[in-house]
């Protein structure tokens, strides 16, 4: 093993007294505290060298090390290996360093490190990548997702307002091959669909989504056990993938989304940034294009690219896409009334009587209402039609036994007791509808009103809601709210007179 090279500092000194002070090898050793070897050592190699003294003008320290002790060329007798491409290798799936340390034996032969010196280059190379890299990403397992804080604005041409687009981010783990859109919003409707288009550009779908947070994905946040939104779920069983959302104030698990989202906002939305664009479809027609340019560009200090790298890691890997793409649909939560009906944007759909009081899921597609009873189909109706009910006669019980506490004649009889004009209300209530129980909710509610104000102020509101020819639930209970009921007939709000009781209220009896 070499001796220990001495600082510059002494071997100046010993040239000084050697050339300037004629000092003796002897007493040079004691002034500087050396050996008579090591002060001759240094006066000879000087010479060797061609060092003389006073040292040339301009030659420091380092010069003068440079001098005495030129870098000698040596022979590599070993070939470190390419921490890189082990790190792009490790993410195909059965791929270990045991097996890349042997096809690194085979290639160098005598000039290959030994399997632990192999383990330990490797983890020095990523000791010296930044943290995101330190993740093992096997090809066709993760896709991240999030979106760009900045947003693009966009102009329409007729009304010259400016609309703020949000910019949807996709990275595969492996590859950091990215695609990224446009939306209006990151609502639900335009977080599922971006994530269909996302699939499309992939060719194929990984293992896992990884989302942040945001609640088009997470209805509850939570590091252990968070709710999946019902839609996001059963598009990704679509897709037959998982949502595995990254964990709230855990940056690490979504790194390579952050990364992507960078280089998204730096090489595509900062180079669009003097541009204008007037529709949503002309702003991402510029995005894919330089999308394109993006994953073409080569990493830094590499040859290779995200495309690269994505048609020899994450392509082959990616699950193939289904035969039919997936239909966009909301879950809700619905208990039916004692009219077996549930209520969607103020409209009703039947459903099995039996189901009456037990809580349902809803399946809403922009053409379909389907209700869903533990994870079984039971009804399935047209969104939109004529009127505001939708009944299907096999979901009535017969002679509605289901309802036999309930009836048209008990209603009425309640009313009746009350007074004229809530029996008439009720009585348009049973009527006006396709089938008597479509009414029983708003005479339901009629009931409930009669508990919280007394008799008299009922009969009176219900009284008003006739003149003003509204005769509603609604209508009685914002007159009730509002106190109109206690104004005398000339001082309503509406400026009608009051409609005089007649003989045609039909009693009870008439329902038997």
Known sequence: MPAARIPMKPIIEILRLKYEAKLSHEKIARACQLSKGVVSKYVNLAKAQGVSWPLPEGVDEVALEALLFPAREKPERFVPPDGFQIHQELKRKGVTLQLLWAEYVARYGAQAYRYTQFCHHYRQWCARQKRSMRQHHRAGEKAFIDYAGPTVPVIDR?????????????VLGASSYTYAEATWTQSLPDWISAHQRMLKYFGGVPELLVPDNLKAAVSR???????????????????ATAVLPARPYKPRDKAKAEVAVQVVERWILARLRHRTFFSLAELNAAIAELLVELNARPFQGRTESRRDLFETLDRPALK????????????????PGIDYHVEVDKRFYSVPHA??????DLRLTATTVEVLHKGRRVASHPRYGQGRYSTFAEHMPRSHQAHRDWSPGRFMRWAAGIGPCTAQVVKQQLEDRPHPEHGYRACLGLLHLARRYDRQRLERACARALAIRSPSYRSVASILKQGLDRLPPEEDSHGQDLLPLHGNVRGAGYYH
């Open 221 to 239: 946040a939570s590091r252990y056990a968070p709710k999946i939104n019902a839609t996001y779920a059963e598009m990704a069983a679509h897709y």
């Open 320 to 335: 193939p896409l289904p035969r039919d793409a997936y239909e966009y649909a909301e879950w809700r939560k619905a208990k």
């Open 355 to 360: 189901l009456v009081g037990q809580v349902l």
């Open 158 to 170: 007729h009304t010259g307002e400016v609309h703020k687009a949000q910019v949807f981010v996709g």
